[in-house]
């Protein structure tokens, strides 16, 4: 973890530690351990089921978001192409009321589905998410835990 930066305050440090704050894992400099208290609790895993964690979570939307109007680039593209929404529905395995959902954009479609209907339509959902972490916190990088919770000493 040499060069790594503490996910609460951006700081990087080569003593960084991983712990467990109510269910959440995050690696911590000395600094923010100390604040933290009895909050955080220092987890000691191996390092092949840290991996593994790691990768099941990019699984998601990580990096990418659905375009705005993802429901009506679905109805377009699949009238351009003449099929109901049953025959969609069919294509995609999925049931007829979750294509008229996505349609209406009243559901967003998880990762796996989004990226089918963008090869079965040949049409765009997912586009690039947009950096914020300049603009939200005044400072370059990325935006860290700490940056958005306020820990308040006393308080167990």
Do not use: H, N, Y
């Not at 690696?27 to 955080?40: I, N, W």
């Not at 840290?50 to 705005?68: H, I, N, P, S, T």
């Not at 990762?111 to 947009?130: D, F, G, N």
């Amino acid at each position: 973890m040499p060069g790594s930066s503490c996910e609460v305050c951006g700081r990087s440090s080569s003593a960084l530690q991983r712990v467990s704050i109510e269910g959440s894992l995050l690696l911590v400099c000395p600094s923010c351990l100390s604040r933290l208290g009895s909050r955080a609790v220092i987890v000691r895993e191996e390092k092949k089921a840290v991996e593994r964690r790691v990768v099941k979570a990019k699984g998601g939307l990580e990096g990418f978001d659905l375009a705005a109007d993802f429901g009506e680039r679905v109805r377009r593209a699949r009238e351009a192409r003449g099929w109901s929404e049953a025959a969609l529905a069919q294509r995609l395995r999925v049931g007829v009321d979750v294509i008229r959902r996505i349609e209406s954009g009243k559901f967003k479609p998880p990762l796996q589905l989004a990226r089918s209907i963008e090869r079965v339509l040949k049409v765009k959902l997912l586009v690039p998410t947009e950096e914020e972490g300049l603009e939200a916190t005044g400072r370059p990088g990325p935006v860290t835990f700490g940056d958005v919770v306020v820990v308040r000493r006393g308080e167990e």
